[in-house]
């Protein structure tokens, strides 16, 4: 009882519990981050790939008029 008052009185107060739920959301995040600039890049490249998809199909195709 005296801890559910005391956090009550207290809301901001970390326990042990919070500390490590809060380095582990750390860590999460810092192998989070690399990974989403990974998929940043990988969509740039997928677009990429996707105009030059585009200029060869266009180029295949005047070819098969001329």
């Given at each position: 009882?005296?801890?559910?008052i005391a956090?009550m009185?207290n809301p901001y107060?970390y326990?042990?519990t919070?500390?490590?739920?809060?380095?582990?959301?750390?860590?999460l995040s810092q192998?989070?981050c690399?990974?989403?600039?990974?998929?940043?890049?990988?969509?740039?490249?997928?677009?990429?790939l996707?105009?030059?998809n585009?200029?060869?199909?266009t180029a295949?195709?005047?070819?098969?008029?001329?």
């Amino acid at each position: 009882m005296a801890k559910i008052i005391a956090r009550m009185l207290n809301p901001y107060k970390y326990t042990k519990t919070d500390a490590i739920g809060h380095n582990i959301n750390d860590r999460l995040s810092q192998v989070n981050c690399p990974r989403s600039t990974v998929n940043c890049q990988l969509s740039q490249v997928n677009c990429q790939l996707s105009t030059v998809n585009s200029l060869v199909a266009t180029a295949s195709q005047q070819q098969s008029i001329v």
